[in-house]
């Protein structure tokens, strides 16, 4: 048998070879593998939250309480500078009745102030509060309807007296929440 050719090939030694690349650091590594289900965990409890706003108008009314009670406690503070006081104590009542109310998961236009301050005293509330809250309610509507033009230092008095009663109910709703 005769050879005709070389039929293996040598490795070539003489080429300059480069050094394998760096490996990952580890900590590129940990990201890798704990980044992405991170992301779709936290995406999940996103879906989750917005599903459960959507379903649960409870839910919803106790998380905006308090963003829509500073809102409309604005608005009476704003009357007050304008020295309007139909429109202060229309927007002082929808502060207190409406953050209440969405605390009690109680839809605003479906209870009355009564029915808050029932509601409070089954809660526990103490009776000297709810004695304070009566009577701011039956202060702001006497001056909502009453002919007659309210003293700014008053209005002011109403307001700071607000903002304690529902500083003070908010606890005790929040008290009630958790257990």
Same mark, same amino acid.
């Given at each position: 048998?005769? $050879?005709?050719? *070389?039929?293996?090939?040598?490795? !070539? ?17 940990? %990201? ?8 779709? =965990? ?15 108008? *409870?839910?919803?009314? !106790? ?6 009670? *500073?809102?409309?406690? !604005? ?22 009745? &409406? ?6 998961? $109680? ?7 009564? @029915? ?5 005293? %089954?809660? &526990? ?26 003293? =700014?230092? @008053? ?14 109910? &908010? ?9």
């Amino acid at each position: 048998m005769k $050879v005709i050719a *070389r039929d293996i090939r040598y490795l !070539k030694t003489a080429l300059p070879l480069r050094p394998p690349a760096e490996p990952l650091s580890p900590v590129l590594w940990l %990201m890798g593998f704990f980044f992405p289900p991170l992301v779709v =965990l936290v995406l999940w409890g996103w879906r989750r939250h917005l599903d459960r706003l959507a379903a649960d108008p *409870r839910y919803a009314r !106790k998380l905006t309480a308090s963003k829509s009670a *500073r809102q409309a406690l !604005k608005q009476a503070r704003q009357a007050r500078l304008r020295r309007d006081p139909k429109k202060f104590y229309g927007a002082l009542t929808q502060a207190v009745t &409406g953050y209440l109310a969405d605390e009690l998961g $109680v839809s605003r236009s479906g209870i009355t102030q009564r @029915e808050i301050v029932h509601r409070l005293h %089954m809660l &526990g509330a103490e009776k000297a509060l709810l004695e304070q809250l009566t009577e701011l309610f039956d202060e702001t509507d006497y001056a909502r309807f009453a002919a007659g033009g309210r003293e =700014l230092a @008053e209005m002011g008095a109403h307001e700071k007296r607000a903002e304690v009663l529902l500083t003070q109910l &908010g606890k005790i709703l929040r008290k009630e929440r958790r257990v």
